[in-house]
T-cell receptor
Framework: DTGVSQDPRHKITKRGQNVTFRCDPISEHNRLYWYRQTLGQGPEFLTYFQNEAQLEKSRLLSDRFSAERPKGSFSTLEIQRTEQGDSAMYLC?????????????FGPGTRLTVL | GQNIDQPTEMTATEGAIVQINCTYQTSGFNGLFWYQQHAGEAPTFLSYNVLDGLEEKGRFSSFLSRSKGYSYLLLKELQMKDSASYLCAVRPTGGTDKLIFGTGTRLQVFP
């Protein structure tokens, strides 16, 4: 399967713990995006990268969230001191190029539950 | 601000035609996407519009009017497997590549 993959698929944690998620994009895609989706809502943009450079970060993303894409391939999203409001599906997407018809291909997501 | 409106839910009958509307007010416009999302799964790309008019792709068509800030997704010959959420997303201007999504329209197709 050469699609976008995410790990883990599910994560249950206690409030105050740190969690890290991984995303592996489609291999030739240079852009990688993170979104968050809660039940009954559309995905909400968090941040995106072109290769290893983080180009944009949502103002909604608090200092507890950090994302990296160190070698321009896979990316990690870390949430420190988790809160119950962080419970959501975290979606990763990748695209080849930017603008125009370049569609974003989404991974299956990591479902986070904070107890 | 960014605002994208879609109906929350719609129902239709197998074999029928359904139109899902989307209106948007965003900081500039640089393309509109429709995605399909089955429950518990990732969104998958359906269509892209950047110029006014209709884009047809098999049973699915998407229309855009930039002056009205309006788009619709038309699904023909509905099948049970079309039961899913349909997400309207806009890419704003300003050199960004992010997508602003609406809340999605949950479509239920009945036999």
């Amino acid at each position: 399967d050469t699609g976008v993959s995410q790990d883990p698929r599910h994560k249950i944690t206690k409030r105050g713990q740190n969690v890290t998620f991984r995303c592996d994009p489609i291999s030739e895609h240079n852009r990688l995006y993170w979104y968050r989706q809660t039940l009954g809502q559309g995905p909400e943009f968090l941040t995106y990268f072109q290769n290893e450079a983080q180009l944009e970060k949502s103002r909604l993303l608090s200092d507890r969230f950090s994302a990296e894409r160190p070698k321009g391939s896979f990316s990690t999203l870390e949430i420190q001191r988790t809160e119950q409001g962080d419970s959501a599906m975290y979606l990763c997407a990748s695209s080849l190029g930017a603008g125009g018809r370049s569609e974003q291909f989404f991974g299956p997501g990591t479902r986070l539950t904070v107890l | 601000g960014q605002n994208i409106d879609q109906p929350t839910e719609m129902t239709a009958t197998e074999g029928a035609i359904v139109q899902i509307n989307c209106t948007y007010q965003t900081s500039g416009f640089n393309g509109l996407f429709w995605y399909q999302q089955h429950a518990g799964e990732a969104p998958t790309f359906l269509s892209y519009n950047v110029l006014d008019g209709l884009e047809e792709k098999g049973r699915f068509s998407s229309f855009l009017s930039r002056s009205k800030g309006y788009s619709y997704l038309l699904l023909k010959e509905l099948q049970m497997k079309d039961s899913a959420s349909y997400l309207c997303a806009v890419r704003p201007t300003g050199g960004t590549d992010k997508l602003i999504f609406g809340t999605g329209t949950r479509l239920q197709v009945f036999p």
